[in-house]
C-alpha cells in the first residue's frame, strides 16, 4: 500500500496498530474533528488547491478535519519555567488539543543535557496521552532577531537534529544578538540566521529528518523583528517544490501567549495582553512605530493591523501562516512553585529545573493552560504528525480566543464549478472577470468556554487584498491595497449557518481572509477608518480580560487571475 492509498486516517509516521493501541479509531477522530469529520472521514484524500494541474482552473481541494494545537508550550526544561511534561499533557488533553509541541528554551544546560532528557520525558508523554500527538521542538534565540518555534517529526534524528540546530545557530549560545541599525555584526548575524534556515531545508531535502518547520514567536513585542528579516527567513531554503508556499519558516505568531498578563488586579496597572509592555531599544527597527509594542484585541500589530505587515506579506502572492498558542510557563492563578535546587546543581549543569511543589497559594503568572484560552485549528487529510506538519505548511489554518467558535470552514470557488471550492490557504486560479464565491460556514459555540462563559460571534469580517509580487522595498510593512470589503452582523445567530460573500475577479490577482470578534471592543483600525472601520483595539493598561474581547483570524485565500498583471 502506498501512502497515497493510505486510509484517511493514517499516516506514515502512526501504523494502524500503534493508532489502535491509542484507542484512535475512526469514528472517534470523526467525533473529535466536530463539523468537518464527515467530509474527511468519508471522502478520499485529495490534492491541495496548490496543485492542482493547469487544465482544471476551478482547483481541487481535500476533505479536512481540523486538529487543534499548540506549538509553544515549555516545561522543567526551560530555564524560566516550572511545569512537568505530563502536568502540560494532561492539561492539554482536558482543554481539548489535539497536539502540542514542547519548545524549550536555547541554553547550555539544555544543549548538553536537558534535551536528551526531555526526549525521554517526550516519549513517556506520549504513552500517557496516547491520543495527542506531541512535538518536541526548541525555542530558537534568532541571531540578530527574537524567537521562533523550531520542531521536527518524530524520529530517530529528531533530537539530535535539535541539539545540532541550538549549538551551531543560536543566537544567545553564539553571542550573535546584536541586530542594532548601527551594530558592527548586525549584517553577520541576521546572514546567519538564514543559514539555520537553509541547514533546516536540507537536512529535510537528504532525509535527515522526515519535516521540520519554524514558527515566529511573539514578533513584535521587542521590535526587533524587522520586516526584512522575516522576509529573509521566509524565503531561505525555499524550493521544496512549491514556488509560493515557504518551505522551512512558514509564518508567526498571529497573537502571542501570555494572555493572562492584564486580567485586573492581577499584575499591575501597567499589563498588557501578551506581555507586550516594552518601549522601542537600540535593537528594535526604528521603522515600527510606537504602536507597534502593543497587542490588539490580543492579536500583535502585525497581525491586526490591517494593510499592516502580514497583509505586506501575504500582498506578496506569498503565503505566510499566522497561529496562536498559550507560551505556557507561569499559569494565572496556579498555586504551584519551582522546587528547591539540591546543593551543587543549577540549571547549567543539569538542564533541568527541579519539578515544581504546590503552595495552595496563588503564584505570579501570565499564562493560560495550552487550549485554555488560545487555539489553532489545522485542517489535516489525515491523522497523524507529518498530516499536523503538512496542514501547516499548506497554510489551512485558523485560531481563535476564548473558544469563540466550535468549527470554521471557507471555501472560494467560482460560480460555474462544482465541487466544495478552495480552502484556506489554497490558489483558485480564475479568468479575469469571473463571479467567485467566497462561502464561510460558521458553527458557533455550543457549551461554555472554561471561563465559564457561552461566547457568542458578533461579526465575520471579510479582508481583501491585491497581490503584486515582490517588493523592491524588503523592509516595506504596508499594504495600501488591502481593506476590509464586507461585514456581515451575525449577532444572534446560533448553530451552524453559511454566508455566502460574491466576489468578482478584476484583472489582478488578489487574496481574502475572514476575522471576528465577540462585539466587545472595537474601534477604528490603524490604518484608518477608509481601511478598516471596527478593528481590534489596544486595552487600557492594566484592564484587558482577555475572556471578555476574543477574536478569530482566518489564513488567506489566494486568487490568481490568470493574465493578471
Not at 516519549?123 to 518536541?136: C, G, H, M, T, Y
Not at 537528504?206 to 522576509?231: C, F, K, Q, W
Not at 485586573?264 to 509592555?277: K, L
Request: include cysteine; glycine fraction near 12%; proline fraction near 6%.
Amino acid at each position: 500500500m502506498t501512502e497515497q492509498q493510505l486510509p484517511v486516517w493514517a499516516d506514515p509516521a502512526v501504523s494502524p496498530t500503534a493508532l489502535d493501541a491509542q484507542g484512535v479509531s475512526r469514528r472517534q477522530l470523526l467525533r473529535r474533528a466536530g463539523l468537518f469529520g464527515a467530509a474527511f472521514a468519508l471522502g478520499p484524500a485529495a490534492t491541495p488547491a496548490f496543485a492542482a494541474s493547469p487544465q482544471s482552473l476551478g482547483g481541487e481541494d481535500p476533505h479536512l478535519a481540523y486538529l487543534v494545537g499548540d506549538h509553544h508550550v515549555h516545561s522543567v526544561y526551560s530555564h524560566d519555567a516550572k511545569y512537568t511534561f505530563s502536568q502540560q499533557a494532561q492539561a492539554a488533553a482536558k482543554y481539548g488539543l489535539d497536539w502540542m509541541v514542547f519548545n524549550e528554551h536555547s541554553n547550555f544546560g539544555h544543549a548538553y543535557y536537558g534535551a536528551k532528557m526531555e526526549h525521554a520525558e517526550i516519549l513517556k508523554a506520549r504513552a500517557e496521552n496516547p491520543r495527542q500527538l506531541i512535538f518536541q521542538g526548541l525555542e530558537w534565540y534568532i541571531p540578530a532577531a527574537e524567537h521562533c518555534t523550531v520542531f521536527a517529526a518524530p524520529g530517530p534524528n529528531e533530537t539530535d537534529l535539535l541539539t545540532q540546530f541550538e549549538l551551531a545557530y543560536d543566537g544567545k549560545l553564539l553571542g550573535y544578538t546584536d541586530g542594532s541599525a548601527t551594530g558592527t555584526y548586525t549584517a553577520r548575524n541576521e546572514a546567519h540566521a538564514v543559514k539555520a534556515v537553509q541547514w533546516l531545508a536540507e537536512q529535510r531535502r537528504t532525509g535527515y529528518v522526515d519535516d521540520v518547520l519554524v514558527l515566529a514567536n511573539h514578533p513584535l513585542r521587542l521590535g526587533i523583528d524587522s520586516p526584512h528579516e522575516m522576509r529573509n527567513w521566509r524565503d531561505a531554503g525555499w524550493g521544496g517544490g512549491n514556488e509560493w508556499a515557504p518551505e522551512i519558516m512558514i509564518g508567526m505568531e498571529g497573537a502571542p501567549g501570555a494572555q493572562g498578563a492584564a486580567i485586573p488586579g492581577w499584575r499591575g496597572a501597567t499589563s498588557i495582553r501578551g506581555e507586550y509592555e516594552n518601549k522601542p531599544s537600540a535593537q528594535s527597527w526604528a521603522g515600527y512605530p510606537a504602536d507597534a509594542y502593543l497587542t490588539y484585541g490580543g492579536f500583535d500589530w502585525a497581525t491586526a493591523t490591517v494593510g499592516g505587515l502580514w497583509d505586506a506579506l501575504l500582498a506578496e502572492g506569498r503565503l505566510f501562516t499566522i497561529t496562536t498558542n498559550s507560551d505556557n510557563h507561569r499559569t494565572v492563578f496556579d498555586t504551584w512553585k519551582n522546587g528547591d535546587w539540591p546543593a551543587g546543581q543549577n540549571f547549567d549543569n543539569t538542564g533541568k529545573l527541579p519539578d515544581p511543589v504546590n503552595t495552595t497559594t496563588p503564584q505570579p503568572g501570565s499564562d493560560f493552560w495550552p487550549g485554555e484560552f488560545s487555539r489553532t485549528h489545522v485542517g489535516v487529510t489525515r491523522y497523524g504528525y507529518r498530516a499536523v506538519m503538512a496542514g501547516l505548511r499548506a497554510g489551512r489554518v485558523w485560531v481563535d480566543h476564548g473558544h469563540l467558535l466550535d468549527g470554521l470552514d471557507v471555501r472560494v470557488k467560482r460560480d460555474c464549478d462544482h465541487g466544495p471550492g478552495v480552502t484556506l490557504g489554497g490558489r483558485l486560479r480564475v479568468r479575469a472577470g469571473e463571479r467567485i464565491t467566497l462561502s464561510v460556514t460558521v458553527t458557533t459555540a455550543s457549551r461554555t468556554n472554561p471561563q465559564g462563559i457561552l461566547p457568542r460571534l458578533a461579526h465575520v469580517d471579510v479582508v481583501r487584498g491585491a497581490v503584486r509580487g515582490p517588493v523592491a522595498d524588503r523592509d516595506s510593512w504596508r499594504a495600501p491595497d488591502t481593506k476590509v470589503v464586507h461585514t456581515a452582523d451575525v449577532s444572534g445567530r446560533t448553530g451552524t449557518y453559511t454566508l455566502r460573500v460574491p466576489l468578482t475577479a478584476g484583472d489582478e490577482s488578489f487574496y481574502v481572509r475572514l476575522r471576528g470578534s465577540d462585539g466587545n471592543r472595537h474601534g477604528t483600525g490603524y490604518l484608518g477608518a477608509s481601511v478598516d472601520p471596527h478593528g481590534p483595539i489596544p486595552h487600557e493598561p492594566g484592564n484587558g480580560d482577555p475572556w471578555a474581547d476574543t477574536w478569530f483570524y482566518s489564513n488567506p485565500v489566494f486568487v490568481e487571475v490568470t493574465g493578471a498583471r
